[in-house]
């Protein structure tokens, strides 16, 4: 493998502190040495990567991506959501275990990893927390982590009974994996597919109240605190509620490990967005009123929110082009996370950058316990993205990576345009100068 020198860029590394001209070189997929704009001492014969006027930074991770293999390649594989995820900014991309089949054992995680899936980043694969994910019996975690699971979840169903969350909650944590929950109590959403609300009642659709997530939040913070253990990690998914945010900011006063994260969608997006029944705004959580848009807003900004993740979850045009309440949930996002995130929180909300980079790389890498990434140290993985702050765009989802398209973002102005992203030294995604 080749050396890269990305010279004359400004690194930007919430983790490390640094935020200033700096050339990087990297060698054999590490990072080799950091200086001064042209004071390193070994970059001879290093392919020169020339990033002036750009933003170089640890390469993107989403925690919270539906990638489809094993079993539903028409939407997506492993190898073409890598590859959105790699024009996005990502070089890492959580894998969830709502595959067919339902990714419980070691041998589907391993098969994930193999390398002939042909993934062009890295993935980490979380596993099931319980048998087919169907909330009964849990798995055995020692032998998914082994197997390379970096967390285990359920995601697309919830946990719902309480002593099957406990026994997960307590034996995630004896091997030190987080367990993260689709917060949905599913006895109060039966045959709802958008936010209860005056929405709802217009379209004549039936909906989700948002306690059906706060109250099972509230539940899981009430076993967390039971517990008493302090090895016990409760990460909540896609948060779309702000008595979900509430419940999860008192948590984290009382000192408990209770993480969440946020969606793009869910900061940007109100139930007003599914207009005339417009399935590619139909996603489980679903996109809630103004106000707890708004708490989203407000929770990121001062920081209760430890994680923008995508929820990225491809489905086929003909899946979407049904009737409302028979299309499947989801959206993709992988290719619009940057540059959402730059453009309203960063310019408009004017979070500052480093902050916007943390939430979608350092935060996460921690969260999942990810030894050497979100951060550009010697010695650290070279995943890096290098993206122009400044540049905006218009997405057109028709140009994308990903085998599906169904995004309410298609047309949308970004800002924030990748150029190169490097995973473990070498180069993911090339955008032509
Ligand atoms: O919108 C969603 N899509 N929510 C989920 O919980 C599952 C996901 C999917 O797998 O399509
Ligand atoms: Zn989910």
Known sequence: MTALLIRGGHLIDPAAGVDALKDILLKDGRVAEIAGPGKLKSANGAEVLDATGLTVAPGLIDMHVHLREPGQGYKETIASGTAAAAAGGFTAVAAMPNTVPVNDSPETTRWMLAPERGAVIR??????????????????????????????TDDGNPILKDNVMRETLIAAARVGLCVIQHAEDTRLTQGASMNAGAMAFKLGLRGMATEAESGLVERDIRLV????????HLHVAHTSTAAALAAVRQARRSGLRVTCEVTPHHFLLTEEHVGLYNTNAKMNPPLRSAFDRDAMIEAILDGV??????????HAVHEKEVEFENAPNGITGLE????LCVRWLHKE???????????????????????GRGTLTVGSFADVVVFDPKAEWVYNARETKSK???????GWTMQ???RWTISEGRIAYSRPA
């Not at 927390?129 to 390379?148: H, M």
């Not at 929110?305 to 491809?314: K, L, Q, R």
């Not at 619009?336 to 540059?339: D, F, H, I, S």
């Open 123 to 152: 993935v980490f694969p979380i596993a099931a927390a319980t048998r087919g994910s169907k909330g009964e019996a849990i798995n055995d975690y020692a032998a998914l982590k082994s197997a390379g699971a970096v967390a285990v």
């Open 305 to 314: 929110v430890d994680a923008i993740a995508t929820d990225h979850a491809p």
């Open 225 to 232: 605190t039971e517990l008493r253990d302090t090895r016990v």
């Open 416 to 418: 924030g345009k990748v």
């Open 336 to 339: 619009t996370a940057l540059g």
């Open 349 to 371: 909300w004017k979070m500052p950058l480093g902050r916007v980079l943390s939430l979608l790389s350092a935060q996460p890498a921690a969260l999942l316990n990810l030894k």
């Open 404 to 410: 599906s398209r169904n995004t309410p973002f298609d």
